[in-house]
């Protein structure tokens, strides 16, 4: 049965959990791990019904333990620290403020894309494109960049697919309602409380598209999307925002136009209402927000500049990225569309059709002149272009080399930046706690090193951790593998190195001390075994083996005993095992482990006494040294 209407539940909270609302509305919850941690104590069960969605889940919670939460002094201080640690993230200097590298960076930058992927609760993305989007806001966020980004709410997203009964794919597209979503709607007045702010595009034949503007706040940066789904317009003009690259030309073409030009107005007005400095730069994510060019263009003649002249100051502040490595991924218009929206009655003295006919022509060879193409106008619009990997910057350069003529294709202006990703929302809270610890240890005694500023990067810049742990689970699996393919009591040893100070650094020179004295073995019984008299079968015993390896593993355990003590100041630490000292404690050990070494001999001498040559005793040596 189909519903007739769906209703939004908002619950009304208790005066003392007030600072939830705050929380729930910032999408830093999505990757600050305290936040959600924090929500999933309000009710466990009903966290996981609501998929890890703030707003879903207090829709759920009963009014009996809202009350209770309320009365609950441990959490309602756990909520305070967390609403105050947000506070200061979001009016606290980071890296854009306070970097020297940057000394007269631009005040604001608007990030156009017609998908953001920031996350599952806002689902107004389909794939990388979005992912992309949503993870340079983030990152924004937490380095300070003024970034405003710029997009469309579609109402049905983008659709969720599944399998039929016979076998075959279906789509469906999930209805949705911005007042079920973490979004607040722009309105006029200073405190926010007026009529919702509407903006307007002139279409072909001069029917008008209204769009108001909801508003996510993605940490520190706003995120403002374009919804048509008001009174003001036709009913036809409702549905320009229902989907994620959906229907026709003149539908996917009404899109644009409202998520350029559109755009760029909601950006004026949003500054205007909130104080913030009006972009510098504006960034054009693929070619669907191309029109944004044209609209700046108009901004820039009405102050009395030419086309010509306004064309170049809107090239000097504008960045195209494309993504697409193929032609067929590129959205391209029919000519006459193209007319029809810019010309006849609907032709603005500012932006006279020729000229923007001729910023889409495909005049290059190949090229069809009946098209528009948006990614050809974004390029010709924007100072910078780049492609997204340093491959698909070689392949842009290759597809739109025709757009400068007379240039190499190695010398066509198309750079790249690679993809990187938002470590705090992709690493796993379990490795990123193990590279902080990895990350302490490694600093000794204090003087370099630490786990890092807030969520997860470093205070002085952007980087990942994710090597760092990688390398700190390696550094521990490695030698502790080793250890235990030589013998039980080498294991030991190092399982006591690993527990004590600077565990992972010892364990590993270790580690390369056995190594070491292995390969030296395994060397001078395959150079030189043929010369040695070798026993048939090995006489050594492996009591020498336990003995040593027992005195070797008390000498282990001293030294744990004998490590720093946190609580004792860094000018007078204990003495521990140096990194130096385990390389020769490793060596050490290995040479004295004759039960290893009694297994090398009798293999060894089949290959001294084998016809191979040098180079093949080596390279069968790890087969064929093996006990009878």
Sequence with gaps: MRAIRRFIIHPVLPEQLAPLRELMLNLRWSWHTETRDLFAAIDPAAWQRAGGDPVALLAQVPPERLAALAADRRFLRRLGDAADELRDYLSGPRWYQASPELPDPPAGVAYFSPEFGVTAALPQYSGG??????????????????LIGVGLLYRHGYFTQSLSAPGWQAERYPAGDPNGLP????????????????????????????????????????????????????????????????????????????????????????????????PEVFHTNEGHAGFLGLERIRELTMSGLSFAE????????????????????????????IERQFGGSSEDPALPCD?????????????????????????????????????????????????????????????????????????????????????????????????GGQDGLPEDGPAST??????????????????????P???????????????????????????????????????????????????????????????????????????????????????????GGAIGFGAFSMATNFTTLALLVPGA????????????RFVFAEVRLQPD
């Design 466 to 487: 994710l090597p760092s742990s990688l390398f700190a689970i390696l550094a521990v699996i490695v030698p502790l593998g080793l250890a235990a393919a030589v013998s």
């Design 310 to 337: 306004a064309l170049t100051a809107c090239r000097a502040g504008t960045v195209f990225t494309t993504h697409t490595p193929v032609s067929a991924g590129i959205d391209r218009f029919a000519r006459e569309l």
């Design 489 to 579: 009591v080498m294991l030991a040893e190092q399982t006591v190195l690993l527990s004590g100070p600077n565990g992972r650094i010892v364990a590993s020179r270790f580690a390369y001390g056995v190594s070491f004295v292995a390969l030296v073995y395994v060397g001078a019984l395959v150079l030189w075994g043929r010369a040695i008299a070798l026993p048939a079968k090995p006489t050594l015993s492996s009591t020498m083996d336990l003995l040593l390896g027992t005195l070797l593993v008390g000498l282990s355990v001293i030294l744990w005993i004998r490590r720093p003590d946190p609580s004792i100041p860094a000018e007078a630490p204990r003495r521990s095992v140096s990194p």
């Design 355 to 451: 000229q923007v006919l001729a910023l889409g022509a495909e005049t290059y060879p190949g090229g069809d002149p009946n098209l528009f193409n948006m990614a050809v106008m974004g390029m010709r619009l924007a100072q910078r272009v780049n492609g997204v990997s340093k491959l698909h910057g070689s392949v842009s350069r290759g597809m739109f080399t025709g757009l400068w003529p007379g240039f190499d294709q190695a010398e066509v202006p198309i750079g790249s930046v690679t993809n990187g990703v938002h470590a705090p929302t992709w690493v796993a809270t379990e490795i990123l706690d193990l590279a902080a610890a990895g990350a302490q240890a490694g600093a000794g005694d204090g003087a370099a090193g630490g786990a």
């Design 605 to 616: 001498k089949v290959i001294a006494s084998s016809h191979v040559g040098l180079v093949g």
């Design 129 to 146: 494109l979005g992912i992309l989007a949503g993870d340079h806001l983030k990152a924004s966020s937490d380095l300070g960049v003024p």
């Design 183 to 278: 979004l607040a709607l722009l309105r006029d007045g200073p405190d926010g409380t007026g009529e919702p702010v509407r903006i307007t595009v002139g279409l072909a034949g001069g029917a008008p598209l209204a769009a108001q503007i909801w508003l996510a706040q993605v940490g520190r940066v706003p995120l403002l999307l374009l919804d048509s789904y008001i009174e003001e317009n036709e009913p036809a003009l409702h549905e320009v925002t229902d989907r994620l690259y959906g229907g026709g030309s003149d539908h996917r073409l009404h899109q644009e136009l409202l998520l350029g030009i559109g755009g760029v107005r909601a950006v004026r007005r949003f500054c205007e209402l909130t104080g913030r400095p009006q």
